[in-house]
């Protein structure tokens, strides 16, 4: 009987130890782009409602930030599963230096660029208010690691405004947080994603300018695969469905 008792208990702790590491294993971490976070809760929620099966305890974790500081991250060791790029060149050179699961690099939305305001026609249909310089200051995402201040600066560069306007900039750490400059009245005027300002709960306020893309080079984000598993794979494969690609549209993104 004893040796039975103890066989059921090892028997158990089995189970207990299998559960465990299914649960852990069915976690993934994905870093996303500060832009694009909004974007990926609604995503996220689409697919734990049609796509998880809720007999399995499967956890989605989203930490948005900055590409370039995930990059930096993702070569030092950072635990993430995935990561959604606001560029095309971080996931490419992981890609070279061999991070890169299953070949996996995609492109999910192609970013677009706005010149805000919340004052109310303060922003002309042309970007003209940048010669006026009828502002203190200007918010860009910093161009050394944000994609989108990479092409805020080309703009400047490309209206022959980047020398003016240089003791006029705030930079942000990315363009989540220069868009908060903007929406907090700090700064009257910045440039943002396109996609900050059409997402389906902000209420827009103010005058914008959507930056011809000839004035900046294509912001073409894609995403990669930097651990392999069941559940990683499954939400890529969702991200390039229909209904992901309908989520990014409503968002103010063109698709690839």
Known sequence: MLNTNLKIIALLFACQ???????VANEIRIAVASNFYPTMKEIV???????INPSINNKIVLIPGSSGKHYAQVINGAP????????????????????????????????KLALWSPINGFVDSEGQVLYDKNFRFLAIANPKIAPYGIASRETLVSMSLWKNVHKKLVR???IAQAFQFIDSGNVELGFVSFSQLM?????????????PQSLYN???QQAVLLRDSRLGRTFIEFVQTDKALNIISKFGYDLP
Do not use: C
């Open 218 to 220: 294509p912001i073409e």
């Open 172 to 174: 942000g750490e990315n």
């Open 17 to 23: 130890f299998f559960i465990s590491t299914q649960s």
């Open 199 to 211: 997402r389906p709960n902000f209420s827009l306020k103010g005058s914008f300018w959507e930056v």
């Open 80 to 111: 993430f599963d995935i990561f959604f790029s606001a560029d095309k060149i971080r996931p490419i050179l992981l890609e070279q230096q061999g991070l890169v699961k299953n070949e996996s690099r995609f492109t999910y939305a192609l970013g």
């Open 45 to 51: 929620e689409q697919f734990e409602f049609e796509a």
